[in-house]
């Protein structure tokens, strides 16, 4: 059966209510036995029985259609959207005659369809409408837990989670009941998700035995998932032929180890026959990885892909390799070429089902970064883009931070330019993945306006194009039902120009980081400037930003093609936005916008302190519009959010103040 609401969780943007225009209708499904189409059945039957509508049997008149193009003897209305090829995952819809059909070819398309049409509320069952195709645009959408079973002391246990404890594991074992996994999974499959990988990159000794002894518990968590078309993914500890296979090396050429990966893969096939795959970081941050023997990442990655190749899985082989123990004193290293310089000449090289996962941006999930110049310079390879969606540098779910608009920005991209391929484009044969922001808080992302980010993720992986704000009421809509005007604005109002308030006030320009360091939250300006992790800003009496530019810094803009690579390189032309993660320029420089570099760290760390402050006045206006315990906790939250933008604020503004001596123009006060 499915598993709607679960006691005690909030049902983020599935609530009962959501179902009710289609579940006033007469509803056929016509499918086949697989478990996704009973899925199908199970939704609409419990739709039906709540809002009064009806299963009606095959031959019956019906209101709403769904049907599966293999399904024999289907309706008129049903004919007339036949010839349009959704593919595997795709659907079309329409409405003839008064009648909303559904057509798919394969079972996760009528459960995509059968969830746009709930999206759409009563609009699905107005006027008639010609049958349109919808298909993902991007071929995986995954999300990525970094979640442990065992507690870590100073992490928790879910790496940058900031939503309580995993909601797969508890105590050292699976969660007795795993309901909430099925859940979970519902959710994601209402926004297009496919894929979710269940343990973090950052692969320990006890994890790292779910590949082995412990795959019982991946079986489970797949089991949970599988109804609603998501396929498992296990994150793998590259030297396991060491530490679980008692073999002395790991070498990915070395017959012995290959054999091992194969012989391994094989079980976890036997046992999770639709397994996705691995995910692996190497070389990073301390995990291990091929460089040890001597081999290239292509040959690590190659490795693990021939293991999965017989049984249809894919390896997400991760980007994010750089020297994490770099000097500051040596201005010749820049973390942001790392990926490029490790990566690029690898083009070509790596099998079909290796993907290539790489992160938005050339450090590290930034407010605000320029797009990864490793998407472009890989042609040859299926790439993935890896997103945060566990807000790790973007306000960690005590802060308001709809990160839609970020992320369409991200996919929308075009690195040859206007009229050139998109980075959705580009990714579209492998995927979008980001990391998760689940927990088992009861409103599952802690902040229950984080929600949106999971929703809006999983939207955007499937449509690009989508407008961010759109999505956002889309989500407001779903989860606030009952919501009248005065809530829907007001949440809007608070939420679609959150990213932009929370980039004000905190690192200017690009420039990025001046988090805390370790648990990167609030302000702290020099707190990775001495650090060996090649996070700088550089900031002096004269002038602040990284020169990455090829006349005199680290050649970093040569990463790009052209027009960006001429963009990045001009100090005149380059965005404002980005300025300073590109060249270190005097405060006195001029930005496009008019303004000075350093007036504009003022203004806009005035300016953001106060959006948080307004966002806090805004939201009052719902006490009593909405569930009273979501209201606190929000309320509790913006608090924290409206203290820390102004510890932002003023410890920007008076840093600025003190290394430039030069003083506000509108003399407010900076300490
Ligand atoms: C960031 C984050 C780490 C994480 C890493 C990664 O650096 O702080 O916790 O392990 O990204 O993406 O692998």
């Not at 009973?38 to 769904?66: K, S």
């Amino acid at each position: 059966g499915i598993q709607a609401n679960v006691p005690g969780v909030h049902p983020a943007w599935l609530p009962p209510d959501a179902f009710r225009a289609a579940g006033t209708r007469r509803v056929l499904v016509l499918a086949d036995d697989s478990e996704v189409a009973g899925t199908v059945r199970a939704e609409v039957a419990d739709a039906c029985e709540r809002h009064g509508g009806a299963v009606v049997a095959p031959g019956a008149a019906g209101d709403l259609v769904l049907a599966l193009s293999t399904a024999g003897d289907l309706p008129p209305a049903v004919q007339a959207s036949r010839g349009q090829e959704p593919g595997p995952e795709g659907f079309v819809l329409g409405r003839r005659d008064g009648v909303t059909v559904v057509l798919a070819d394969h079972p996760a398309g009528l459960l995509y369809g059968w969830f746009e049409v709930v999206r759409r509320g009563a609009a699905a069952f107005g006027e008639d409408w010609p049958a349109e195709v919808h298909r993902p645009a991007l071929r995986r959408r995954m999300l990525d837990h970094w979640d442990n079973i065992d507690v870590h002391p100073v992490m928790g246990q879910v790496e940058r989670g900031y939503s309580g404890g995993s909601i797969f594991w508890r105590d050292g074992v699976p969660h007795e009941d795993l309901t909430r996994v099925r859940a979970y999974g519902r959710l994601l499959a209402a926004t297009g998700v496919n894929a979710v990988a269940i343990n973090n990159v950052n692969v320990h000794a006890t994890e790292a035995r779910l590949l082995t002894d412990r795959l019982a518990e991946v079986a489970a968590i797949a089991a949970e998932l599988r109804p609603y078309g998501i396929r498992v993914h296990l994150s793998v500890n590259f030297a396991s032929p060491i530490a679980l296979g008692g073999l002395d090396s790991a070498d990915p050429l070395d017959e012995g180890v290959r054999a091992w990966w194969a012989r391994t893969t094989e079980r976890v096939y036997e046992t999770i026959p639709d397994f996705g795959g691995y995910v692996v970081k190497a070389d990073s941050e301390g995990q291990p990885g091929p460089f040890a023997y001597g081999r290239s990442h292509a040959d690590g990655a190659n490795m693990l892909a021939d293991a999965l190749a017989p049984h249809g899985g894919v390896v997400h082989w991760r980007a994010f390799v750089y020297d994490h123990r770099q000097d500051w004193r040596d201005r010749s290293t820049d973390r942001a070429r790392a990926a490029h310089d490790h990566f690029a000449p690898l083009d070509g090289l790596f099998r079909d089902n290796a993907i290539l996962q790489v992160k938005y941006g050339p450090m590290d999930f930034q407010p605000r970064e320029p797009i990864s110049p490793v998407i472009a310079a890989m042609p040859a390879t299926r790439l993935a883009v890896e997103l945060q969606v566990t807000q790790e540098y973007t306000g960690q779910q005590r802060h308001v931070c709809y990160l839609g608009p970020m992320w369409s920005e991200v996919l929308g991209f075009r690195f040859w330019g206007p009229g050139e391929r998109t980075v959705a484009e580009v990714a579209a044969r492998g995927g979008l993945v980001a990391v998760s922001n689940v927990g088992d808080d009861p409103y599952w992302t802690g902040h229950p306006l984080a929600q949106a980010n999971l929703y809006a993720f999983g939207r955007l992986a499937w449509a690009p194009d989508l407008d961010p704000a759109a999505i956002l009421d889309e989500w407001i809509g779903l989860t606030f039902p009952g919501g009248d005007d005065l809530v829907r604005g007001t949440l809007h109002e608070i939420m679609d120009g959150s990213w932009a308030t929370y980039e004000r006030y905190t690192a200017p320009l690009g420039v990025g980081f001046m988090v805390r360091p370790g648990h990167h939250y609030g302000p702290d300006v020099d707190g990775y400037e001495y650090t060996p992790w090649g996070t700088y800003h550089f900031a002096d009496r004269d002038g602040v930003g990284v020169d990455r530019t090829r006349a005199t810094g680290t050649g970093y803009t040569g990463q790009y093609p052209a027009p960006w690579s001429e963009v990045y390189e001009s100090r005149s032309e380059c965005p404002d936005e980005l300025l300073l993660f590109f060249h270190h320029v005097p405060y006195q420089h001029v930005l496009q916008s008019g303004t000075t570099v350093i007036q504009h760290i003022y203004d806009t760390h005035f300016a953001g302190a106060e959006e948080a402050a307004g966002m806090r006045l805004a939201w009052e206006k719902l006490a009593g519009s909405v569930d009273p315990a979501l209201y606190a906790r929000v309320r509790e939250r913006l608090d924290e959010q409206v203290r820390c933008a102004e510890e932002w604020r003023d410890q920007v503004n008076t840093y600025f103040l003190r290394k430039s001596g030069v003083p506000d123009a509108h003399g407010r006060r900076i300490y």
